[in-house]
């Protein structure tokens, strides 16, 4: 009796985690934001917390962990119970971009994470001020040729991937521009707009009310195609650099060993929202493409571009220790 009451026990024990990875979730699921509130990743994790809570009638919540370029919050998720009630929205900067500019990062992007899938990309966009001399992308160009380091740009911080953009640009185009960082896509915008820089390398969303109101002129968008929320503006790539592409994508991902089941039904319904028209359209609103994906192809997407920018940062000889 003592023996069937003991093997009894084992079997249910064993049994546990498949049960309640079968039930999952039966407890609210945290989608931490590793920004401040009214940036790109907050609109997406809120947007996707919200949607999920709607469509799966899962209680999802964001909350934002902001701090050091986003490395903060995505340190904690990292050391965050591998459940599967602990998420966190990921991006180019924090993922594929911060290993290389930190000589020490409490979290590997690569060891520490199990993707779950990506939300959506984005394209970035070069803008010039009204009054600027520079009407087109080779304006610019052409007289960074004439006068190397003469010419300041700003971006919304040292090693985000709008400044990225920036030195790929001039690696491609073999220009040197002058670097001058904000604290965020606002400060820096404000400047352009007052004069006290020509250019800026910024998101499409904080740049979009000042060109509809032609107060800034965009020059171009640095994704292979043209943006469908700027048809109008010409890329990098049609301008000369045929293979000059950035982007930057959110995506979700929950701590490493959390179970692959787990992973798989959230993938689904991430999967699934994101091919809701109204949820498309909130996404293009921001200048993004819903971009639903495998955790596999989230994976391969992480590490390809860890690969990319390693050796535009070293080029730039960027460190932010």
């Known amino acids: 009796m003592l023996r069937r009451t003991f093997?009894?026990?084992?079997?249910?024990?064993?049994?546990?985690?498949?049960?309640?990875?079968?039930?999952?979730?039966?407890?609210?699921?945290?989608?931490?934001?590793?920004?401040?509130?009214?940036?790109?990743?907050?609109?997406?994790?809120?947007?996707?917390?919200?949607?999920?809570?709607?469509?799966?009638k899962w209680n999802v919540v964001a909350e934002n962990r902001a701090g050091a370029g986003g490395t903060v919050g995505i340190s904690a998720a990292a050391r965050g119970r591998p459940d599967g009630y602990e998420l966190v929205m990921g991006q180019t900067d924090n993922l594929a971009v911060a290993p290389s500019l930190y000589s020490k990062l409490s979290?590997?992007?690569?060891?520490?994470?199990?993707?779950?899938?990506?939300?959506?990309?984005?394209?970035?966009?070069?803008?010039?001020?009204?009054?600027?001399?520079?009407?087109?992308?080779?304006?610019?160009?052409?007289?960074?040729?004439?006068?190397?380091?003469?010419?300041?740009?700003?971006?919304?911080?040292?090693?985000?991937?709008?400044?990225?953009?920036?030195?790929?640009?001039?690696?491609?185009?073999?220009?040197?521009?002058v670097h001058v960082?904000?604290?965020?896509?606002?400060?820096?915008m404000t400047d352009l707009l007052g004069g006290q820089v020509p250019v800026i390398f910024t998101s499409i969303p904080s740049s979009a009310p000042q060109i509809k109101s032609q107060s800034v002129i965009p020059?171009?968008?640095?994704?292979?195609?043209?943006?469908p929320a700027m048809p109008d503006v010409p890329t990098v790539?049609?301008?000369?650099?045929?293979?000059?592409?950035?982007?930057?994508?959110?995506?979700l991902l929950a701590p490493a060993k959390t179970p692959q089941p787990v992973i798989e039904k959230v993938n689904a319904e991430l999967n699934k929202i994101l091919a809701l028209p109204d949820i498309q359209n909130a996404l293009a609103a921001q200048g993004a493409t819903a971009m639903p994906t495998t955790p596999q192809e989230f994976a391969a997407t992480i590490k390809n571009d860890l690969g990319k920018w390693k050796p535009v940062i070293q080029a730039a000889n960027l460190k932010l220790d």
């Open 7 to 56: 093997l009894a026990s084992c079997c249910m024990a064993l049994a546990l985690p498949a049960f309640a990875q079968n039930n999952y979730p039966e407890q609210p699921i945290r989608i931490i934001v590793p920004f401040t509130p009214g940036g790109g990743t907050d609109f997406l994790s809120r947007t996707v917390a919200a949607k999920l809570s709607e469509s799966a």
């Open 107 to 177: 979290y590997d992007p690569i060891n520490d994470f199990q993707p779950i899938g990506i939300v959506g990309e984005a394209p970035l966009i070069v803008v010039a001020g009204k009054n600027s001399p520079y009407k087109t992308l080779d304006d610019l160009i052409q007289a960074a040729k004439k006068a190397p380091g003469t010419i300041n740009y700003g971006s919304p911080g040292a090693g985000t991937i709008t400044h990225l953009a920036a030195e790929l640009l001039q690696q491609k185009a073999g220009i040197k521009l």
């Open 181 to 188: 960082p904000y604290k965020g896509s606002g400060p820096a």
């Open 219 to 227: 020059l171009a968008v640095t994704s292979p195609k043209r943006s």
């Open 237 to 251: 790539a049609e301008l000369g650099y045929p293979d000059f592409d950035v982007r930057v994508w959110y995506g």
